[in-house]
Every structure is written in C-alpha cells, then in structure tokens.
C-alpha cells in the first residue's frame, strides 16, 4: 500500500538557520508533491507544489527538491523565524488534479528565538 | 483564491447522536473532498463529492456512517452518524479550483468531540 513518511514528529531549530524536513514515499508514483503549513486549530495551507518532471521549486523563503529516483522530497526555510513554527505537511497528487492527495503524518517544527 | 467556510467549528457531541457539518465555498467547484484528521494523525480522505452524483467513499468509509450530499457547485454537507468517541476528530473539506494541484484549499475545520 502507499506510505509516505516525514523524517521526523518535531523538529527544534534556531532562528536565522535553514529548516530542513524530509518526506519520503513507497508504492507511489505522484505526478506532483505539495507542502501545506498547518498551525494548532487550524486547516492547512497550501504552500507548493512540485511536479514530477521538475527538480526543485522555490518561493520566497521556501525551498523544495524532488527526486522521483529516490522517491523523496525535502523542504527547506532558509533564514528561519520563530512565526514559522507549525506542522508541515507533505502530500503526493495522481495524475489529475481531482485525483484526491495522500498526506504524511507532518512535522512539527519549532524556530527557537 | 477561494474562502471556504466550515460550521460548526466546534461541537462536542453525545454518543449515538448525529451531526451534520456544512461546507460553503464563495466560487463554484467541480469537486469538493472531505478529509478526517484524527489526533496526531494525517489526514485521511473520506470521499470525494461532485454535484449532481454519488459521492465517492474511500477504502474503510460507508455511506450509511457519512452520508454526503453535494446540492450545488459551491457547497456541500457530511454528516457524522451514530457518533462513538471514535469519531472524535477534524473533518475538513477541501476544494481544488482549478484541477491542477496548484489550487487547493481547505476550510478551517470541524473539531467534534464525542463524549
């Protein structure tokens, strides 16, 4: 069955280095990969996505690479703050956009000032 | 962009009751998803809701535990039936404007509590 799994529950960083979280997947074949930010008590936020045929895509702060070799994606915050303390999600798309996401578990992560 | 409105937000509900969660998006959707995230977990996906048809349930969901109904293009409902403490969870709906991955939103939740 499909699994995907996020390198870690939680993760402690200092404020001002680069976040690093990891999302790899099995039994799978995603025609793109999305990370959504997630705070306590709310829904999530769609923050990118990256297709198949793509290697890396960036936004502002925010890196992602993926490599459909090793069937993995890491997600990086450069120059990290503390507001971007929250649980970050990875999800995996079919081939259509209405093909419904599979979601990993998320990774808490906290910027310590 | 899209706002997506759930209610309640909250509700804390009896064992074997029923709860109906309403979802209304201020533009017209295709398709419409409705997710569970139940503590410490991911989400999971309940079903898929288009107007005019059936929704369709994932592996583990019936329609006689989550019965959804999807009258037009900008909003749907899922209710919880015959609640057990189990069923404590978010349930979130979810829409994709364009149908390309690139435009997916979500409304802020449904926290249910059964006691």
């Known amino acids: 069955s499909q699994k995907i799994e996020q390198n870690s529950e939680a993760l402690n960083i200092q404020e001002g280095k680069t976040a690093t979280l990891t999302c790899n997947y099995t039994n799978y074949s995603p025609a793109y990969l999305q990370w959504y930010r997630q705070d306590p008590g709310r829904g999530p936020v769609f923050l990118l996505l990256i297709r198949e045929n793509e290697k890396e895509k960036r936004k502002e702060r925010l890196k992602v690479t993926f490599d459909t070799t090793l069937k993995q994606s890491l997600f990086h915050i450069t120059a990290s703050q503390p507001a971007d303390s929250a649980t970050y999600l990875c999800?995996?798309?079919?081939?259509?956009?209405?093909?419904?996401?599979?979601f990993g578990k998320g990774t808490r992560l906290s910027v310590i000032a | 962009s899209a706002v997506i409105s759930q209610k309640p937000s909250r509700d804390i509900c009896q064992r074997g009751t029923s709860l109906t969660i309403q979802c209304q998006v201020d533009?017209?959707?295709?398709?419409m998803f409705w997710y569970r995230q139940q503590p410490g977990q991911s989400l999971t996906l309940i079903a898929t809701?288009?107007?005019?048809?059936?929704?369709?349930?994932e592996s583990g969901f019936v329609i006689d535990k989550f019965p959804i109904s999807r009258p037009n293009l900008t909003f749907s409902t899922l209710t919880v039936s015959n609640m057990s403490p189990e069923d404590s969870s978010i349930y979130l709906c979810?829409?994709?404007?364009?149908?390309?991955?690139?435009?997916?939103?979500f409304g802020e939740g449904s926290w249910l509590t059964v006691v």
């Open positions: 979810s829409v994709d404007i364009s149908g390309s991955g690139n435009t997916i939103y």
């Open positions: 809701a288009n107007q005019g048809s059936e929704a369709t349930y």
């Open positions: 533009s017209q959707v295709t398709m």
């Open positions: 999800a995996l798309g079919g081939s259509s956009g209405n093909t419904p996401l599979v």
